[in-house]
């Protein structure tokens, strides 16, 4: 290792901290956007200068210490998105969410690599071959969680922030926890959403109302058959719903209904099928 790597090795410690207090960060801030520790903060700052004696030991360069021969570049960037949009096309979503955990360490300012982490936790279904457990879903979904109140604490992108909102709301209404789907649902009212819906599922669906009212419903007795589409059917029957009796509530209640008949059937839900479940809807 030569003097110059030393000489540099010695100023990085002291950089860092300038480059820190330039953005006005704490150490604090700085960790958590990194995804680390405040004491690995505290520790770059004042404890770096002992990489180069690591080095000299092993008798290899800084570089070789620190991996930046394997350091970020475009073309890494681009082979990674390639990579990770080639095993989405296979459902290869496990596999994703640990290149993505790599991934967003190395690019920890890179939120729409944040934000894809997300969205592979939210929708894991599998690992390994098998089905996540129910416990390993909450996990994941707590990691996603994390990351999404993370991007929305220092992102500045309209598109990913909105996406991430949406995302949380979902996140929140997966976990059962109402509260915070509610909070997450007034926050896309506030980017422009007249009204905001949001099935928890088993525990009934919630209305976010153009003027702010928040409106809840129970859900219809049933079997649970295949749920694929019923968000969409959701949907679909709410705005059926409004369209025809020009009321909110009318809509919400029809999507209700036919989210649940379509989750409750083999293939499409029936007219009458929606209208029977209709009647148990308060």
């Known amino acids: 290792m030569n003097n110059t790597e030393v000489n540099t090795m010695l100023k990085l410690g002291e950089n860092l901290k300038k480059f820190r207090l330039q953005r006005e960060l704490t150490q604090e801030q700085l960790a958590d956007i990194l995804g680390v520790s405040a004491q690995a903060v505290s520790r770059w700052e004042n404890d770096i200068t002992l990489l180069p004696t690591v080095a000299s030991y092993f008798e290899i360069t800084l570089d070789e210490l620190m991996g930046m021969d394997n350091w970020r570049s475009e073309e890494q960037l681009k082979g990674l998105i390639s990579q990770l949009d080639e095993n989405g096309s296979k459902g290869f979503i496990y596999e994703n969410i640990l290149l993505l955990r790599d991934a967003v360490k190395t690019y920890p300012t890179n939120y729409e690599l944040q934000f894809r ?106 079997e649970v058959k295949n749920s694929v589409g019923a968000g969409d059917s959701m949907v679909a029957g709410f705005i059926a719903g409004y369209l025809e009796a020009n009321e909110v509530e009318k809509g919400f209640k029809l999507g209700v209904a036919t989210g649940s008949a379509s989750a409750f059937s083999e293939g499409l839900a029936t007219k009458d099928y929606v209208y029977e479940l209709l009647n148990q809807i308060n």
């Open 117 to 222: 982490l997300v969205d592979q936790l939210t929708f894991c279904g599998y690992k390994n071959g098998r089905g996540l457990s129910e416990e390993e879903t909450i996990s994941f979904n707590r990691e996603a969680a994390e990351i999404g109140n993370r991007i929305l604490s220092h992102c500045t992108d309209g598109v990913i922030i909105n996406c991430t909102t949406k995302q949380l709301c979902y996140i929140y209404s997966r976990l059962g926890e109402k509260e915070k789907a509610i909070e997450y649902a007034k926050k896309l009212k506030d980017m422009g959403a007249r009204n905001v819906l949001i099935s928890m599922a088993g525990d009934g669906a919630i209305l976010i109302k153009e003027n702010g009212d928040v409106i809840t419903s129970n859900v219809p007795k049933g």
